[in-house]
């Protein structure tokens, strides 16, 4: 049977900018056919598509990646019944949260030691790594710690209610664990592999990272004799075309949401909307990055996305040699346009791909030559199209009513 992939192929220029630093402030970089690239990595994109999220998925649909896990289930156990509040709601939430998880939920021993230093009240428990669970799964949790308020403790050794923790810990995965996966390091059971994968963005060409100088005045120093500025410092930058690459498995995707969360809703929606919800997201988003610093509020040029039956291809062999700006006049994205066509044609020709579906949303002259890659469609022309071929895709691959239950 045939897979259903969706590649994504994003040309974007930047300019002076610091989307994503190392430990010293510089902006990073990687090296690639032989020269210096600046380099955005994945999982800045992918933070910056989940925060996307926000604005195109309702909360139900999310999740939610906090150490303080504890706090936020004790919140929903409150709202459900009023009468649990405080420690006795952080108490019962600590205790459903190991047995559904099988995750150590407690006091971090500094924050508990300078607690007592101060004379300050205990901190609330904490998990030891980054959990991540769906506003379903701490909502259905939530009941379940209701139920067995009387005797958490007692309630959770019966094996049916343990054994109920732990099947709401994981189903109705949210869209963004379904997309970008879950790892919970005490229980392997739970982890949930990643549909969506992401390349670390690179520039097309060589870069050089600049420094700038700048200098911050004091507003109340109004001595002649101490004239110099309130602060002096430097920030480090680079300014690029970015090819940035994403591949989505639409079929490992159906199975970490499972198919129809609401009778009235076609079996498909759920993928749908997570399909439309990631494109879009990726697409558009921005990392954060000194973004206050240069307002570098940009939309890609080109995006091609394109449907596959067997596996994914990025074409970032296509800048393997970088792509130099032509003599005269600067402007990297005319060139970078250029030798992608040229690869896109010689990589699907070689493998016989070109009969997968492809949709080029691209804006400006530069970007004329990609017009021939794929059917040219905006944004919502995009988002329309390709959920829609994603759903005959499943539809006759007869994968309607299969999946996980949610």
Not at 237 to 245: D, E, G, K, V
Not at 277 to 293: D, E, Q, R, Y
Not at 382 to 401: C, F, I, N, S, W
Request: proline share 5%.
């Amino acid at each position: 049977m045939s897979r259903t992939i969706i590649d994504v192929h994003v040309l974007q220029t930047v300019p002076p900018s610091n989307l994503n630093r190392d430990d010293t402030g510089t902006p990073k970089t990687a090296v690639y056919g032989g020269v210096r690239r600046a380099r955005v990595s994945s999982q800045a994109w992918k933070r910056a598509t989940r925060r996307a999220f926000q604005d195109l998925l309702d909360p139900d649909e999310l999740g939610f990646r906090t150490r303080r896990v504890a706090e936020l289930l004790a919140e929903r156990i409150n709202a459900a019944e009023p009468s649990l509040d405080g420690a006795a709601a952080v108490a019962l939430a600590t205790e459903t949260l190991c047995a559904a998880t099988g995750s150590k939920i407690e006091v971090p021993r500094r924050k508990a030691e300078s607690a007592k230093k101060k004379g300050e009240p205990e901190p609330p428990p904490e998990a030891s790594y980054l959990m991540f669970l769906s506003s379903r799964q701490i909502d259905g949790l939530a009941r379940l710690a209701v139920a067995g308020a009387d005797d958490i403790k007692a309630y959770l050794k019966v094996k049916e209610n343990k054994d109920k923790a732990r099947g709401i810990a994981d189903t109705r995965h949210s869209v963004d664990i379904a997309l970008f996966g879950r790892m919970v390091a005490d229980s392997t059971d739970f982890n949930v592999d990643a549909a969506a994968q992401v390349a670390h963005a690179i520039s097309v060409h060589q870069v050089e990272n600049e420094s700038d100088y700048f200098t911050a005045v004091d507003d109340q120093n109004e001595k002649a004799e101490e004239s110099g500025a309130g602060m002096i410092g430097t920030v480090d930058f680079n300014s690029a075309t970015l090819y940035r690459y994403a591949a989505l498995d639409v079929d490992r995707l159906r199975d970490n949401l499972g198919v129809g969360s609401r009778p009235d809703q076609p079996l498909d929606e759920p993928v749908r909307r997570a399909v439309r919800a990631f494109l879009h997201g990726f697409v558009a988003s921005m990392p954060t990055g000194k973004i206050n610093t240069f307002g570098n509020h940009t939309l890609p040029e080109a995006v091609i996305v394109t449907l596959r039956s067997a596996r994914p291809i990025s074409y970032v062999s296509a800048f393997e040699e970088p792509v130099l700006a032509p003599l005269g006049c600067g402007g990297y994205l005319r060139g970078a346009c250029a030798q992608l066509l040229a690869h896109v044609s010689d990589i699907e020709k070689a493998y016989e791909v070109s009969d997968d579906p492809s949709w080029v949303l691209r804006a400006g002259a530069a970007t004329e030559p990609l017009a021939a890659v794929g059917t040219a469609v905006t944004i919502s022309g995009l988002l329309d199209g390709v959920g829609d071929a994603v759903a005959t895709r499943m539809a006759a691959q007869g994968l309607k009513g299969q999946g996980r239950p949610v």
